[in-house]
């Protein structure tokens, strides 16, 4: 391949990098530059759905390459085919460390990375960070403190704006079970039975499911028939063209995830589970139950080794439940992230053993709570982080692109 003059590569893995990290970024270039080629390298990871690099590829970028192709390349030490430039500026939005530097190090590119962890790397360029207090323990854990800025949320970037809907309803309630297939599987019956027993105690409600894209058809039709009831408990739904119908006449709209926005405006509250979800949510205001089910601790996604000990034979699923447990019960901090950011519990959560009809009295207490609801608005309104960050780190990108940085 004849290499071009300049290019930006941006390297990411999951599903909620990809849409509310990389994506924001990625416009925020194409505003500065038009003509600027920016390449998107999707990398293995073991959260993914498969679908990343087909949703990277809508996003209007230069050239995607898949997992796949990154790994076929890594014998040979070099980068995917299609990546490669005389200048560019390689910008991790998710995805290993060590991954992110190997691609680097191949395009013979500086290595940037935007992260909400104050890990560093030896390698990195400049590291951007959400806050001051994640810049502290970077400072601490020995990222130099020339290479940190302190850019803001690219969430808040992503969120955009969009006008509330005119029919939202009374009250207008999204239901949220997640945008990873083993997990949703189980999730989608449990969250079908908290409606179920909630519609009837307020028959103004509207309840909403944006689906995400990277839910696979199987794993939506396996959650809605209730193939994995069991797991966490639920019911089974009857799916009639774009809604739910659960047992007791309940419907849960299914509404597409370019129209995600506009419902997350005109939410009065919100069932989901922990993730980038609740950072869009809390930037939005909308208060929420999250939930975090020790049913089957097993099924819950793990980052690093405890991922890898789930998938031993005959030990792997016990080992994991353990890590699991062990990780939920030593967490210090709050499995929501607007309750990390704001210091206090703005956000409802509810982990360990969890049942619908305990969800359903939670989440039926908080909207007939006019008052808690509203001093849950005002401090997700102080608290909050607001747009810009996508702004800043395509600026100073372009500006180490162009050398003066």
Known sequence: MTRGDREVVLISNGPGELLTWLRPVLDALRDRDADLPVRIAVVPCQFASGREADIAATLGAERVTTPAQFLRTVPAGRAPEGLGATRGVVLQLGGAANLAAALAGRLGHPLQRYAFTAGGHRALDRLYLPDERTARRARRLGTPNDRIEVVGNLVADALGAAEPLADAGSPHVLVLPGSRDAFARVLIPLFLEVVDRLAPRMPGARFIWPVSRMLSEDAIQAGIDGVEREVLGGVAGQRDEARVVTPGGAQVEMVQEEARTAHVRSAHAALTIPGTNTLELGIAGVPSLVVLPMNAPERIPLEGIGHWLGLLPVVGKPLKRAAVRAFVEGMKQPVSLPNRIAGERVFEEVTGIVNAEDLADRL???????????????????????????GRIADRVLARLEGVA
């Not at 808690?372 to 996508?390: C, K, N, S, V």
């Open 364 to 390: 039926e207490a908080m909207l007939r709570d006019e008052a808690g609801l509203q001093h849950r608005r005002d401090r997700l309104a102080a608290t909050m982080p607001e747009p810009g960050a996508a």
